[in-house]
């Protein structure tokens, strides 16, 4: 059964530093967004990207967070300078496999990256 | 508006039980309530979803009930056992521009079922 995969499993960097989170999303799969889970609090938003640009992005997307698709299958996540609060799982998900149009909505997510910001 | 509010946080049910857990919500452009299981360390993994044109969904143990008016809608886990026990996300989506379809979290229900 196909499946989205994330790397690394766990990151753990400094203060200030650049991380890139990466995720191959479902191969047929046309939608894709990340996801945030601080210890013990609900998932949030962060960005959907699609047709190669972003669709929407929350407020805490902000300057320091970009997203890109380099290829035909990775998607990627960068933080620029990360900051404490940064400290999280993150989760790549994706949706919209050609076909049926209910499609779009099931959104099926990668097993996440553990980021740690010391 | 954009809120969706989960109960109850936390919930212990016997083998054999019923879990039941109950999510309401705001904004009427919602079309699409998925819940999503989580076991610890892992990415959530959808175990269910509604639109608002049914009232009901069964798909095994698990059963969605959906009251539009009421703004509703909850999870019911029949015969539960000790496997199920995870926490439960309930989310919506609605249309957003470009058929973005981010998902609304509520804040999960941590399930323990008791052997």
């Known amino acids: 059964e196909p499946e989205v995969t994330q790397t690394p499993s766990h990151q753990v960097t400094q203060m200030g530093q650049e991380v890139i989170l990466r995720c191959v999303p479902i191969?047929?799969?046309?939608?894709f967004y990340w996801y945030r889970q601080i210890l013990g609090q609900k998932v949030e938003f962060l960005v959907s990207f699609y047709n190669n640009e972003i669709s929407e992005k929350s407020e805490i997307f902000d300057d320091q967070f970009s997203v890109e698709r380099p290829d035909g299958s990775n998607f990627t996540l960068k933080i620029r300078s990360t900051k404490l609060e940064d400290s999280a799982m993150y989760f790549c998900?994706?949706?919209?496999?050609?076909?049926?149009?209910?499609?779009?909505?099931?959104?099926?997510f990668g097993p996440g990256t553990r980021l740690t910001v010391l | 508006q954009q809120q969706v509010k989960q109960s109850p946080q936390s919930l212990i049910v016997q083998k054999g039980g019923i879990s039941i857990i109950n999510c309401a919500y705001e904004n009427t452009a919602f079309d699409y309530f998925p819940w999503y299981q989580q076991f610890p360390g892992k990415g959530p993994a959808l175990l269910i979803a509604i639109r608002p044109d049914v009232s009901e969904k069964k798909e095994g143990r698990f059963t969605i009930s959906f009251n539009k008016s009421a703004k509703q809608f909850s999870l019911h886990i029949m015969d539960s056992q000790p496997g199920d026990s995870a926490t439960y996300f309930c989310?919506?989506?609605?249309?957003?521009?470009?058929?973005?379809?981010?998902?609304?979290w509520g804040l999960g229900t941590s399930l323990a079922v008791n052997p």
């Open positions: 191969s047929n799969h046309l939608y």
């Open positions: 989310a919506a989506s609605g249309n957003n521009a470009g058929n973005n379809r981010k998902l609304i």
């Open positions: 998900a994706s949706s919209g496999g050609r076909g049926a149009v209910l499609s779009y909505n099931e959104q099926f």
